[in-house]
RNA sequence: CGGGACGUAGCUCAGCCCGGUAGAGCACUUGCUUUGGGAGCAAGACGUCGCAGGUUCAAAUCCUGUCGUCCCGACCA
């Protein structure tokens, strides 16, 4: 391809609308432009990208077994109901209607239409496993669009589903994924590494993220260095605060103190009263599926929502309002405790962290007072003792009792073993070889594409510009003649060079434009070609080529070595990727 | 949905406080010069100042509303 031939918009300055530094690449390299908040038009070179991705991830998940299916991306609202999440999905389904106002929802993933296949087609345990995937664009109405492809209002996702008769099929199925995901994303030359993740109301302890560590990361992950523990903090576990719990009673009975005025956790803290924040017990009142709950914590640990979804089984939890409160415990927000004065039928969840603690301090549910010397097991009626809370930096390991440390990180590939909640729902049933009718095992695995496409710019860049890994460049490899004057010695040996390395498989951008040698040089370090060959009237009299890979020094070769080379170099880089 | 900021040329932004002929740089067009790291000179084209109301002799500028964008938060199947 020539330069001139495609189009490539370059810019010098970043959209003022971009903040992290893969999306301003993403519009100065020209690889897309934005049509409004949340959707993007792909460029050429974009596309390659996008394509080569795609690419890669048919060849690996082929690899695997999977078979390629395509899935219609507007669904009938009926089997969202029949799963149940017509309701707990409703805020990210995008619906419109058609001409006869009948409702459709545009999918943002699809178990509900692959079991609706399965339970249609799958009668038998011998034609397990399957394993289908797609490539297709998702919708989900995000509220906040950001970052560019990162959290977009239509992506475009892989997303596969697996099928097996028996739980070890399943766990196999899962394995065999995770292994591709492994290699998926090594190919892409990302550095993407598996962490434990939180599995929700489904269960269960199989569901790991692929994340890629970067600062503009929407997730933490907790990792340990000795043993490799590493989870999203959502699932994160620890041996516990790291400060201690005073050991001694302070006293045989709750005391009943006045604390005008004091509703935060540190106003106990500083004088007259001087409470550290781990004495004392944070009372949080909740809402889980429409049911009242009280969950209390250490005063310097913070609640874990996804950790009381998981421990509850609630599909919504929202903090209750202040006048939940009032109803409930008779105090605002800031009084608040369990000692007295908890309805009967409220569950009273408490943190682990709370467990032998005594000489605590905890609001009276009488606005204006606190009660001190509180020992919790003694003082409070505990429904159910359960992790809560969130893990934090430097909290010791479960396994090696070493520190965690806590890094942001962009998810890219999730692989989460379902079991048979929608093959139940959705009757997906077959005929096993005891002659008994079971639901399916299933497993989803998706992997953001676009998102992945941008984590690589994320991962790959420097002051000038996109360095893509060889495996996903829009172009290997991009030849800059200096002179495009006909006949002159660089666009002549350019053209030669162009049609050889051509007829050996490599793809090549040949940069026909009239434009200074510093335009090209800025703009192919811009877009991020792996390698590129210079082609001077200087270098060429004295018989020689220059070679610049985008990461290392410059070399020169003789002309009639540089197609040799430059193959080699660009098979060489190919191998290492592909493992 | 709450808090904040911003909408002026394709892009980055100034002008707004204090109302009076709409600006700069980059990009674009033409010519000449230049030709190994985002060139120089000259000429040129490009705008309902987001939109709608209002105040005023007069609004990019002041007021109200609205739409959009970005940031922080809430949300993230």
């Known amino acids: 391809m020539r330069w001139s031939q495609t189009f490539i918009p370059t810019l010098k300055e970043s959209p ?67 799963s149940g999440r017509y309701e707990t999905a409703r805020d990210v389904l995008f619906k419109v209607k058609d001409s006869a106002q009948r409702e459709w929802v545009l999918g943002p993933t699809h178990e509900e239409v692959i079991t609706h296949l399965a339970a249609a087609e799958i009668n038998s345990y011998r034609q397990m496993p399957k394993n289908f995937y797609q490539i297709q664009t998702k919708f989900r109405d995000e509220i906040r669009p950001r970052f560019g492809l990162m959290r977009a209002k239509e992506f475009i996702m892989k997303d596969a589903y697996s099928f097996d008769a028996t739980d070890e099929g399943a766990m196999a199925s899962y394995r065999r994924m995770y292994d591709a995901y492994t290699r998926i994303f090594a190919r892409c030359g990302l550095k993407a590494f598996p962490v434990e993740a939180d599995t929700g109301v489904i269960g269960g302890n199989y569901s790991h993220e692929f994340m890629v560590p970067a600062e503009t990361g929407e997730n933490d992950v907790v990792y340990c260095e000795t043993s490799g523990y590493a989870a999203n ?97 008779g105090a605002r927000p800031g009084s608040l405790g369990a000692v007295s004065g908890v309805p009967a039928k409220v569950t009273v969840l408490v943190d682990e962290a709370l467990k032998g603690s005594v000489g605590m301090v905890t609001g009276a549910n009488e606005d204006g007072f606190h009660f001190r010397h509180v020992e919790v097991e003694r003082d409070i009626r505990v429904t159910r003792w359960a992790d809560f809370r969130t893990v934090r930096v430097g909290e010791l390991s479960v396994s090696a009792g070493q520190p965690l440390k806590i890094r942001r990180a962009i998810e890219v590939g999730h692989v989460f073993k ?65 002179s495009i004057m006909p006949g002159s010695l660089p666009i002549t040996t350019a053209e030669k060079l162009y049609a050889e390395l051509s007829a050996a498989g490599i793809e090549v951008l040949l940069d026909d434009r009239d434009e200074r040698p510093g335009v090209k040089f800025k703009d192919s370090e811009l877009v991020g070609f792996p390698l590129r060959v210079n082609l001077g009237e200087k270098s060429l009299a004295k018989g020689e080529i220059e ?18 080379r430059v193959i080699d170099w660009v098979r060489q880089q190919s191998a290492t990727l592909a493992g």
């Open 418 to 482: 379902l079991g048979t909640k929608y093959s139940e729902k959705m009757n997906a049933t077959f005929l096993a070889e005891d002659g008994q009718r079971h639901p399916c095992v299933m497993g989803c695995y998706g992997i953001g594409v676009t998102r992945t496409l941008q984590a690589v710019i994320e991962q790959c860049h420097d002051d000038f510009g996109i360095s893509w890994p060889v495996s996903v460049a829009p172009y290997q490899v991009c030849i800059t003649p200096l």
């Open 547 to 564: 070679i610049k890979p985008r990461n290392e020094p410059m070399f020169s070769v003789p002309i009639d070595q540089a197609a040799a």
């Open 233 to 329: 903090i959502e699932k994160a576990t620890s041996r516990g605060p790291l400060l201690a719990l005073p050991a001694a009673s302070t006293g045989s009975v709750p005391e009943k103190f006045p604390t005008p005025g004091v509703v935060t956790i540190e106003a106990l803290t500083a004088d007259p009263y001087g409470v550290e924040a781990s004495r004392q017990i944070k009372t949080l009142v909740y809402v889980a599926d429409s049911q009242v709950i009280l969950v209390l914590l250490r005063g310097d640990d913070q609640l874990n929502e996804s950790k009381l979804m998981a421990r509850t089984g609630a599909v919504q939890v929202r903090p209750a309002t202040p006048e939940e409160c009032v109803s409930t415990l």
């Open 16 to 82: 003022s609308d971009a903040e992290i530094i893969s999306h301003k690449l993403l519009l100065r390299a020209g690889l897309v432009r934005k049509l409004t908040g949340g959707l993007y038009t792909f460029l050429p070179m974009g596309l390659r990208v996008l394509r080569k991705i795609e690419q890669i991830i048919r060849e690996e998940l082929n690899r695997a077994g999977g078979i390629e299916v395509l899935m219609p991306a507007l669904q009938p609202p009926e089997i969202w109901q029949q």
